[in-house]
């Protein structure tokens, strides 16, 4: 039963150490990789398809850990489209990935759309790592991709 349990805790553990991002061009943190564009001129939800189409979709934002790893490693102050959208005015924010909307920064606490619906959301727009909600037909702004390691 000893080596039964020491086998499987290795192979746990080379499993951690070997997932990787799919290039070079996608950084890992934690166990996703992050990918960012270089180009700009694509609304929301074209930004959202080149995701899918790379397998992933837009990046969730779920604690300040990742909003700074974001902002510090593949923006470095550059504003970026992520995977945050709302319908209506009187809609919940929905990440694309399904995930829980359980972590916010917005830019001086300010994520009303006004007339603008429905709206997305895009990073490092007023300061580093700060969201605003934008017209998701906004063709002006980069995005971020997301997946996970393998």
């Given at each position: ?6 086998l ?10 070997l ?6 061009r996608?950084?890992q ?12 001129k694509i ?29 510090k ?16 005015s ?17 830019f ?7 007339d603008?619906?429905?709206c ?10 700060e ?20």
């Amino acid at each position: 039963m000893g080596w039964t349990v020491r086998l499987a805790l290795s192979a746990a553990i080379v499993t951690t150490v070997l997932a990787t991002c799919p290039s070079f061009r996608w950084k890992q943190f934690r166990d996703m990789c992050y990918w960012r564009s270089f180009y700009s001129k694509i609304t929301w939800y074209d930004a959202g398809q080149v995701c899918r189409n790379m397998s992933g979709e837009l990046a969730s934002i779920h604690d300040a850990g990742l909003d700074t790893f974001l902002t510090k490693e593949l923006l470095k102050g550059q504003a970026a489209w992520v995977g945050l959208r709302r319908e209506n005015s009187s809609s919940d924010w929905v990440w694309t990935d399904g995930s829980a909307y359980n972590y916010s920064r917005w830019f001086m606490d300010y994520s009303d759309c006004g007339d603008r619906y429905p709206c997305c959301a895009a990073i490092n727009y007023g300061s580093d790592g700060e969201w605003t909600p934008s017209d998701c037909i906004d063709g002006d702004i980069p995005f971020l991709c997301q997946m996970e390691a393998s």
